[in-house]
């Protein structure tokens, strides 16, 4: 749990007692890079684009129902929006997987060449950096392959993908696309890495712009000029760095490294951090506090506002999820025919059943009418049955006495029962009869 340091005279200091902050990252890392496999693999949330599905943390949405989906990704975006807003760059130094790729690839790498050059050490340098090459690009590889595909079951059933994997689809677009997301992965990782994060990545820029005065940022305070000047900081910084210079650079991704670095350097003489976490270029001037809503962040009205509206969205969103009906039904008049009259004496309207099954499990529908009691369905005698995300379109009549009914116009609701239940909906319909001076004693086709 964050708390203030309250010796500095920087009340508004973030530091961790007792721990660093690097332990702090890379568990977090850990959970993010399980989440990242996890959420696609057991369809957490994924996007479908073959089969036209959003998967919503178990809700699975039809791209047809719009409202749902917006909401979802406005929740998706704003939230994204609010933490670039409190916490500035935390996001990209604790959470993002390109970040958590690349510095495993650096650690990987530096690794084998360690192990190489203590090895191999009689080799020559070229030697040596050749066999590092390869047994980087032998762990590479894999890895790329891996990542590319869990990416990429973002977007494709992962059953679908693996087979495609299996046998190397690179003639149809799903294989071409996995193939060349495959490759610019190898890419990045093998050459880019951080490099992607300040030369192409726009999210960086739009987080510094979502910043403000009271936004967590990662500074240098000397007042007394304690610094040594050891460059351990710039030393430990993941995007090569020198946070002495501004707490504003555009590459400094607030992972809190070079905290850690002066931590353990000035620790030795007894001495704190002169880098910190503070809310803001305020932070440093900030008189003593303890309110726990201004530590956690929430120190002006806008953020409070911008909490609210987080929550009316999520509110929104679960409300939207919760009152969404799993069998879609439409019904509308087929009056290409205005009426007919059967073999059986009685006068037929048609009308057209849209229904598709969004939900998982099989559902009957049935119909019945109220409203107009001389009248009767034709055709629907036992319902339909859909199968899990079935579509189906079915004609039915609605069949009546000319002489039960009024001449003309009449109106009736068609009503909807579904098994298993879900809530009755109602169709405002008319029931077209004969006028009462047409003569019709064949049957009549209007157009
Ligand atoms: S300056 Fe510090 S907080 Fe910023 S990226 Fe470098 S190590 Fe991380
Ligand atoms: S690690 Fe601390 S003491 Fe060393 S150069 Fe950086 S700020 Fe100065």
């Not at 059986?344 to 107009?372: C, E, M, P, Q, Y």
């Not at 369905?377 to 000319?402: N, W």
């Amino acid at each position: 749990m964050a708390t203030l340091d309250k010796n500095s005279g920087a009340a508004a200091r973030v530091v961790l007692p007792g721990t660093r902050f690097h332990r702090v990252r890379k568990t977090i890392q850990l959970v993010c890079f399980i989440g990242f496999i996890l959420l696609p693999l057991f369809t957490i949330i994924r996007f479908d684009i073959p089969h036209e599905r959003f998967y919503f943390f178990g809700a699975e949405l039809w791209i047809s129902e719009f409202s749902i989906i917006f909401l979802s990704l406005m929740f998706i975006m704003f939230t994204i929006a609010a933490v670039a807003m409190l916490y500035g760059r935390i996001y990209c130094g604790y959470l993002c997987p390109q970040m958590i790729f690349s510095e495993a690839a650096n650690t990987l790498e530096a690794s084998i060449k360690r192990m190489v050059n203590r090895r191999f050490s009689s080799m020559g340098p070229l030697a040596r950096r050749a066999i590092s090459v390869v047994l980087f690009s032998a762990v590479l590889l894999p890895a790329a392959i891996f990542v590319s595909f869990v990416f990429i079951c973002y977007f494709v059933e992962p059953a679908d993908l693996f087979h495609r994997l299996l046998s190397l689809d690179i003639q149809t677009a799903g294989g071409i696309i996995g193939a060349s997301v495959t490759l610019v992965t190898i890419l990045d990782f093998a050459f880019l890495r951080q490099g992607f994060c300040t030369a192409i990545c726009p999210y960086g820029y739009l987080q510094n712009m979502l910043a403000d005065t009271n936004t967590l940022l990662v500074h240098f305070y000397d007042n007394s000029g304690k610094c040594i000047h050891c460059d351990k900081c710039v030393r430990a910084c993941p995007m090569g760095i020198d946070i002495r210079h501004s707490a504003h650079q555009l590459e400094c991704t607030h992972c809190g490294e070079c905290i850690d670095a002066c931590s353990g350097i000035l620790g030795r003489m007894g001495r704190e951090s002169l880098i910190q976490y503070a809310w803001g270029d305020a932070g440093r001037h900030a008189v003593k506090e303890t309110a726990w809503y201004r530590r956690i962040g929430l120190r002006d009205g806008k953020r409070i506002v911008v909490l609210l509206l987080m929550l009316i969205y999520a509110s929104g969103l679960s409300i939207a999820i919760s009152l969404r009906q799993p069998l879609l039904v439409r019904i509308m008049p087929n009056r290409i025919t205005l009426y007919t009259k059967g073999a059986d004496g009685l006068i037929h309207n048609r009308f057209r059943l849209v229904a598709v099954n969004r939900g998982k499990t099989a559902a009957k529908l049935t119909l019945s009418l109220a409203d107009l009691d001389a009248a009767h369905i034709v055709g629907m005698d036992d319902g339909v049955t859909l199968k899990p995300g079935e579509s189906l379109q079915r004609e039915f009549e609605i069949a009546a006495a000319a002489a039960a009914v009024g001449p003309g116009v009449n109106h009736l609701r068609i009503l909807t029962q579904v098994t298993p239940k879900q809530k009755s909906e109602e169709f405002d319909e008319t029931f077209i009869a004969p006028m009462e001076s047409t003569p019709s004693p064949e049957p009549a086709d209007k157009r």
